[in-house]
């Protein structure tokens, strides 16, 4: 019996990801075939596609996730094209909005693959994902102990127990420790409580610092080494922002301008245009959210430590408030990282103005 060849059939299939089971549609040029669920598993979706469609060429999508980038990897090293969206940039109908399901949703990808409405998000390789999980566990622990500091202040509040002023800050000196365990408190409850949220955060703590080694020490990694020593010669960019900036950004080269770089971050301002007006409010909802904090705090240090951008704070200051002075100061912050990791040369303050 003669085989049917299938190389000059396109197949466009949309995935709904998920931990448990995946839902995915397969499109042709011509029409739709089919939408059904499977096994969370690329090569059960190979074995589908190889019994229906042998030699087929396939393109696949699928939003990005929690998941990661495996499934990309896998479905890539299958030899499928593979595109990872983000969400907000798939084409919806309001019908497809007021009835969202898996099924639904896998359909809308491979409508939208098949109309080339897609555009991939930037797929980092798998070392720069490893050191990005790294870098975030750090401020997941950090939030884990911001929690524990604030769960057994709480315990003085409801007891009355007063703080000293010295030591109501968020500096917990050894000092402080020290008179939270000898501290005085209405019932022995309360007290084996408080002991034991201070267990939990001197554990925390201690597994906090350690991480924070380890994370310091990516900079000095062959790899990023020189980007680093770039970046650290901007004022008010230290190790621990140097560190996140490589890791996120990966390579510069892959933003063909500031522009698109400054997009990326999110320092770009919504805009509607219609007849003759034109109208710039608030900065953009689409941001890589951890950079755009992180680079707003560093410019607060920026203008203490460079001349030229505390004159331009103390310019904007008289017709802005401070806050909004402070994130036009932090997108000059972009502009200057973007010039030197593009230029391989150091910030030197008083020179670099853009």
Known sequence: MESINFNNLQLYVGIDVHKKQWSVSIFTDAAHHRTFSQPP????????????????????????SKLGYWIYRELTRLGYECLVVNAADIPTSDKESSSKTDPIDSRKIAKSLRAGLLTSIHIPDQTTEGDRQLFRYRKRLLADLTRVKNRIKDKFLCTGTLIPEKFDNSNWS??????????????????????????????????????????????????????????????????????ELLCEIEDIKRFSSFKKFNGFIGFRPGSHSSGEH???????????????????????STIQKDPIMSERYNQLTQRLTGKRAIVVIARKLVSRIYTILKNEKPYEIGFVKK
């Open 278 to 300: 034109d109208w710039k409010g608030r900065l953009s909802y689409r941001r890589h959210k951890a950079l755009r904090t992180s680079l707003v705090e560093c410019a607060w």
């Open 41 to 64: 598993s690329p090569t059960a979706l190979k074995t589908y596609l190889d019994r229906s469609f042998p030699g087929a060429p396939v393109k696949c999508a699928y939003e990005a």
């Open 174 to 243: 050894k000092a402080f420790l020290r008179w939270i365990k000898d501290v005085q408190l209405p019932d022995p409850t309360t007290r084996l409580t408080v002991d034991r949220l201070l267990e939990q955060f001197h554990f925390l703590h201690k597994h906090f610092l350690k991480v924070s080694i380890e994370v310091r020490k990516l900079q000095r990694e062959a790899r990023y080494k020189k980007p680093a020593k770039l970046l650290r010669s901007i004022p008010g960019i230290g190790p621990l922002t140097t560190v």
